[in-house]
């Protein structure tokens, strides 16, 4: 199970931290995406984290502004969002992936098989 939370509304400019807290499985053998779902639109990559938290990658938008975590002690991972713009109003999701983090697969939402519930981040202009 992945449970994501820690989204809000917030100014443009502005920064929030969402958490996935992680449970039923061996968290430290995944790697692990956030994606986000905008009104009208597909599921998007935001970016991913290899299962050692040794490799990050995100989408070109995101590059420089969020920044993904893990602690696989507490089982959780992050997504750090700062300088946050009016285009990143999504719900975001975490999900789960046996795919490396940096490939094109860990790209493609149909690569994860668990994700959580989504936290809804609104960001006002």
């Known amino acids: 199970q992945l449970q994501a939370y820690g989204g809000g509304l917030v100014q443009a400019g502005g920064s929030l931290r969402l958490s996935c807290a992680a449970s039923?499985?061996?968290?430290?053998?995944?790697?692990m995406g956030w994606f986000r779902q905008g009104p009208g639109k597909e599921r998007e990559f935001v970016g991913a984290i290899s299962w050692s938290a040794s490799n990050a990658f995100y989408r070109d938008s995101v590059k420089g502004r969020f920044t993904i975590s893990r602690d696989n002690a507490n089982k959780k991972v992050y997504l750090q969002m700062n300088s946050l713009k009016p285009e990143d109003t999504a719900v975001y999701y975490c999900?789960?992936?046996?795919?490396?983090?940096?490939?094109?697969?860990?790209?493609?939402?149909?690569?994860?098989?668990?994700w959580g519930q989504g936290t809804l981040v609104t960001v006002s202009s």
């Open positions: 999900g789960r992936t046996t795919y490396y983090s940096g490939s094109d697969y860990a790209r493609d939402p149909r690569r994860y098989d668990y």
């Open positions: 039923g499985f061996t968290f430290s053998s995944y790697n």
